[in-house]
């Protein structure tokens, strides 16, 4: 079953929607046409009992000016570019700095502050949401007119699948990802640092003070950032270690073990629960980021659960930050003649 109705409205009198799949077992997914944004994915424990397990938000003015990019899908550039500038074939492109001199997540208003038209279906058990957005030439300074469609899935096994789409009419970047904030105990329970974490990365991008890569890739070996066995995130997040300090705990990219098929990256487990979510995807990287900066002073999350540091992690597929300006790493950079298609999927189990 999937629900349409009304969220609330933009400043400009447009009207938010929230489409809510809703599988045979009363699990659900629910995302706004704001941001194309995930509100709630709502999944069972081990004892069978539902819970949200993402942080997000009860309205729209909170989407809008709260930070954090809750839940959103971020366009047309997920994570950093350096001094807000990058070149193609030799032309510079100027982008707004939103971060200091950088420029984060698509820029002043990128992709989690447009709304997305939507579209809905059901195939078989399987319950779709097609979310689109055209992106004008030189929207945010990006070049190219960017035709976008994200879709949601969502099927009786509480598989969530995002597929990533898009073509352009001239040579850009992209990097397209979803932000949400993963709490496997419930989005209002223990703070993140309780959950085992298991990654398939050898090595994660160097950065700097300011979460820029140095182009020197870091083996995580005999490092806080090993998770090829699994170990619980808690374990060295605030070991004296300069780039967990300079994330003030992890908000690193790691480079995957990629063979550029949708395969198994990652697994989160809350023991508690018993709720675990296996990460699969086709991107060559992953920045894992245990909300350190979340500002607590800001309006509170859903049923007025107050934002605390450390509530959640994001598990944002990706390419590398700053590959604009990084020819060693993999390319972000989409031709006319390409289609950009990129798969993550979500598979919650107990």
Known sequence: MIKREVFGKMPSGEEVYAYTLVNAFGSSV?????????????????????????????DVNSYLTNGGYQGAIIGRFGNRIKSSKFSIDGVEYKLYNNEGENHLHG??????????????????????????YFSKDMEEGYPGNLSVK?????????????????????????????????NLGGFGSSKITSHK????????????????PT???????????????????????DADDAQLKFGQGYDHNYILNSDGTVKH???????YSGRSMRVYTNQPCVQIYT????????????????????????????????SPNR??????????????????VFEFVR
């Open 150 to 182: 994200v879709i949601y899935s969502f099927d009786h096994n509480n598989t969530l699948k995002i597929n990533y789409l898009a073509s352009t009419d001239k040579k850009t970047v992209l990097n397209l990802t979803n932000h949400a904030y993963f």
């Open 215 to 237: 182009g020197k890739e870091l083996y995580v070996e005999n490092t806080p950032f090993d998770f090829r066995t699994e170990k619980l995130i808690g374990k060295h997040i």
């Open 327 to 344: 020819p060693e790493f993999p390319s972000c950079i989409l031709d006319p003649s390409e289609i950009y298609n990129f798969t993550t």
């Open 265 to 271: 990256i990652a697994t989160l487990t809350d023991t």
């Open 197 to 212: 974490l298991w990654l398939d990365a050898d090595k994660i991008s160097e950065i700097d003070e300011h979460l820029i």
């Open 30 to 58: 629910k995302v706004i046409s704001l941001g194309a944004t995930l509100v709630s994915i709502n999944v069972p424990d081990k004892n069978g009992q539902l819970a949200d397990v993402i942080c997000g938000y009860d």
């Open 291 to 322: 909300a350190n900066c979340i500002d607590e002073s800001e309006s509170p999350f859903k049923n007025n659960t107050p934002q605390k540091k450390r509530c959640a992690v994001c598990m944002e597929t990706q390419h590398a930050p700053d």
């Open 107 to 132: 820029g002043k208003e990128g992709f989690d502050k447009k709304l997305w038209d939507a579209k809905y279906y059901e195939i078989g058990t399987t319950l779709y949401l097609e979310m689109s």
